[in-house]
């Protein structure tokens, strides 16, 4: 069965400091790979995603994600983030085509003024 | 363009009772994913409906728990006789082709507590 690690669980950072968030699933084929974010009282929305092509993608508010594969890792980063960033971020997997979404437990995100 | 919506957003029923959560996908979307969220876990599949099929149900309790998505009207997830365990977040979400090669988008969740 696929699984899905993220670590680090809660995690506390000023304003302008770097995140990287790891994720690490254990499926050995084809990949599909989500990073959702889950702002205080919203639902969960896509931050970016990666199907095939560059390695590196880019997202939306300045996140981008690097899938290794080697490593079986897309992990999240964003340079310099701010206090609207505070939220819950979950990586998700996809794999050999099927239609089940596999979620990460989610890094809980606070970003202090 | 409206995105997925969920109803009721909160729902608090006592055990033995029968709770009944709604989805309505995106404008365009015939795919549909529930999915379960327990204290402290991530999300958990639970099934994947098409309209008036049942795709993929490889994550729902063998008991209690039934879907459906009718021709006309929203998906519905029915719990019935809850019990505390069930207490959770349900997510709905929405696709326009199948789960495996598109991106599914998310409703804002119905809260359950089961008293």
């Known amino acids: 069965a696929q699984s899905v690690s993220q670590h680090n669980h809660h995690v506390i950072l000023s304003e302008a400091a770097s995140l990287e968030l790891g994720c690490n699933y254990s499926?050995?084929?084809?990949?599909?790979l989500f990073w959702y974010v889950q702002y205080p009282g919203q639902h969960l929305q896509l931050l970016l995603k990666y199907f095939s092509g560059d390695p590196l993608v880019k997202g939306i508010k300045g996140f981008e994600a690097e899938f290794i594969k080697s490593k079986f890792s897309f992990n999240l980063r964003k340079p310099s983030v701010q206090w609207s960033d505070t939220a819950e971020y979950f990586c998700?997997?996809?794999?050999?085509?099927?239609?089940?979404?596999?979620f990460g437990k989610g890094n809980q995100v606070v970003v202090i003024p | 363009n409206a995105g997925v919506m969920q109803n009721p957003r909160h729902l608090v029923r006592r055990r033995g009772q029968e709770a009944r959560l709604r989805c309505s996908p995106m404008?365009?979307?015939?795919?549909v994913y529930w999915y379960r969220q327990l204290p402290e876990e991530g999300l958990k599949f639970m099934v994947y409906l098409q309209k008036e099929n049942i795709i993929d149900e490889s994550g729902m309790p063998k008991e209690r728990f039934s879907a459906e998505f009718p021709k006309e009207g929203p998906s519905i997830l029915r719990i019935q006789q809850v019990v505390r365990g069930d207490s959770a977040a349900y997510f709905c979400a929405s696709s326009s082709i199948r789960g495996g090669t598109d991106t599914q988008y998310f409703g804002p969740g119905t809260r359950l507590t089961v008293l």
């Open positions: 499926y050995g084929g084809t990949v599909n």
């Open positions: 998700a997997v996809n794999a050999g085509g099927n239609n089940r979404l596999a």
């Open positions: 404008k365009g979307h015939s795919h």
